[in-house]
């Protein structure tokens, strides 16, 4: 076998190499007509070629798309030595002795070089812009590294491969190539997904939402296990967490034993964990994440838009932002006098329209959402809810996004009314849309019952009794009289 052959053997095992390192790297070759035949070693061979390195995003089994480049990922370019006397000393390709060996480091990628090879001081580093970067280099080996993956959610990088410069086209008669072009791919992290279910477990503030999160598991190259991986979703002020569930592929994991939950609100995989997500690359971690609706609303739409998932360092946030609204009705109770007075003791139901959508006549036996009963101010403060007025309610819940003025209607009864007073039985449909600006306040008022009629208190008994007093005071006055002259005769 001549010298010229045994190089080109060798140079072709770079390209066959890099190819079976887990299907992410592509090698491919732009061959100059001037030096396509010319070994490195032979008279008038160059002894400069370049390295492109384009870099796309996708699946390592898919064809490249050339609208999925990667911009602003760095690779680092070392070139490969041998040991001698201490002194790491690049390898001389036209040197046929030099190529002894190199089937071993090639077949020893992604690992870096081990004696007797080393890697040289002579390195280069730069990104791709517009998902290239090309590497001016001089003849000989090097040891290629995907160092940083930029702003690109990459969780898994390319596996380090080698580069002989030139690179063998094939068997005898295809030439060289002093321009190798290697187009790795990388599957990008997905961002996690939210919604939320369509009503919460009551109506009332106090009640538990439910926000299902879907969390893809990136895909790792190289047999690359998981060292790091968190979920995190950062609550809105009004809402705490009640509890939280995670499964993947139908099994529910442990808490404490495979993830444990902290602050607000994070899940961090334990080792046993990871091993779980190892086991299941491009599958699905699911979350079910009950939460409690507190008070005070500044506005009535919460949103929880800071939520995201993190793999071996590298973060992606969700982007689908859900939302549930929620409003407030107050109710004031008063009499019908004039100035009006504050009832106390009247008792309210609030309960959901019938499925006409309409109150029924009187307040039903079954399902009231919210009672409460007016105070000495006649403002109904309302049991089992925080705050007890105005009475939080449920609006809507929205899965993906905002959604414009929504609203909700519901029916409040008075069930009892207070002491002499007669109840508005009659329910009244109140619609209730979200916001502490935007408070349904009603008035309920209750007429006095009428007392009883009392005896000669008619315009007929006045007048007898007029008649009748008249007449006591004149028999009166005559016997005053009399009884004066009696004295006076005596």
């Known amino acids: 076998m001549g010298k010229n052959t045994a190089l080109r053997r060798f140079a072709a095992g770079v390209g066959a190499v890099a190819l079976g390192l887990a299907g ?34 996708g699946s390592h089994t898919a064809t490249p798309n050339p609208e999925d480049l990667l911009d602003g990922v760095e690779f680092t370019v070392t070139q490969v030595g041998r040991d001698v006397g201490g002194v790491c000393t690049a390898i001389d390709l036209t040197d046929a002795a030099q190529w002894t060996g190199l089937d071993t480091l ?23 812009v517009d998902g290239q970067v090309v590497f001016d280099l001089n003849v000989g080996i090097y040891f290629v590294q995907e160092t940083d ?50 009503q919460p477990s009551g109506l009332v ?13 990136p895909t790792l190259n190289n047999n690359d296990t998981f060292d790091t991986a968190s979920i995190y979703d950062t609550l809105d002020s009004r809402l705490t967490y009640v509890s939280s569930t995670l499964s993947v592929g139908g099994t529910e994991l442990v808490e404490g034993t495979d993830y444990n939950v902290s602050g607000n609100v994070v899940w961090t995989f334990t080792e046993e ?36 998932s ?47 959508g309409t109150c029924e006549a009187t307040a039903p036996a079954t399902g009231s959402i919210a009672t409460g009963t ?27 996004g905002p959604i414009a003025n929504p609203s909700k209607n519901y029916c409040v009864y008075e069930t009892v009314a207070p002491a002499g007073h007669t109840a508005s039985t009659a329910g009244q449909l109140v619609t209730i849309v979200p916001g ?24 007929e008994g006045t007048l007898a009794m007029t008649v009748g007093g008249l007449l006591l005071v004149g028999a009166g006055a005559a016997a005053i009289i009399v009884s004066r002259r009696r004295r006076t005769a005596a």
Not at 30 to 51: F, K, R, Y
Not at 205 to 217: A, D, H, L
Not at 338 to 347: M, S
Request: charged share 15%.
């Open 24 to 57: 992410t790297l592509a090698m491919t070759q732009t061959a100059s007509a001037d030096v396509s035949n010319v070994g490195p070693d032979q008279p008038e061979a160059p002894t400069q070629g370049t390295l492109t390195i384009n870099k796309y995003a």
């Open 106 to 128: 090639f077949a020893s990628a992604p690992a870096t070089p081990a004696a007797p090879f080393c890697l040289t001081t002579v390195a280069q580093d730069d990104v791709t």
């Open 149 to 198: 993956p930029g702003d690109n959610p990459i969780v898994s990088a390319v596996p380090n491969f080698y580069v002989s410069i030139p690179t063998s086209n094939g068997e005898e008669g295809d030439g060289w190539n002093y321009n190798v072009v290697a187009d790795p791919k990388n599957q990008l992290m997905e961002g996690p997904t939210k919604t939320i279910e369509g």
């Open 205 to 217: 503030v106090g009640s538990n939402v439910t926000w299902p999160i879907s969390v893809p598991i």
């Open 273 to 308: 964990g990871r091993a779980i997500l190892d086991a299941n690359h491009g599958g699905i971690i699911s979350v079910s994440l009950v939460t409690r609706v507190d008070g005070e609303f500044e506005n009535g739409d919460i949103p929880n838009n800071t939520y995201g």
């Open 310 to 356: 993190e793999f071996n360092g590298a973060s992606v946030p969700g982007e689908k932002i859900p939302h549930t609204y929620w409003g407030q009705l107050s109710i004031l109770k008063s009499d019908d006098s004039t100035p009006v007075k504050a009832l106390e003791g009247a008792q309210f139901q609030v309960f959901l329209p019938n499925a006409a």
């Open 374 to 400: 007016s105070d000495e101010d006649g403002v109904v403060i309302w049991a089992g809810v925080t705050p007890s007025s105005p009475l939080g309610l449920w609006v809507a819940n929205s899965p993906d």
């Open 436 to 459: 502490v600006e935007s408070v349904n306040e009603i008035t309920v008022v209750n007429q006095k019952k009428d007392g009883p009629d009392l005896p000669l208190t008619g315009a």
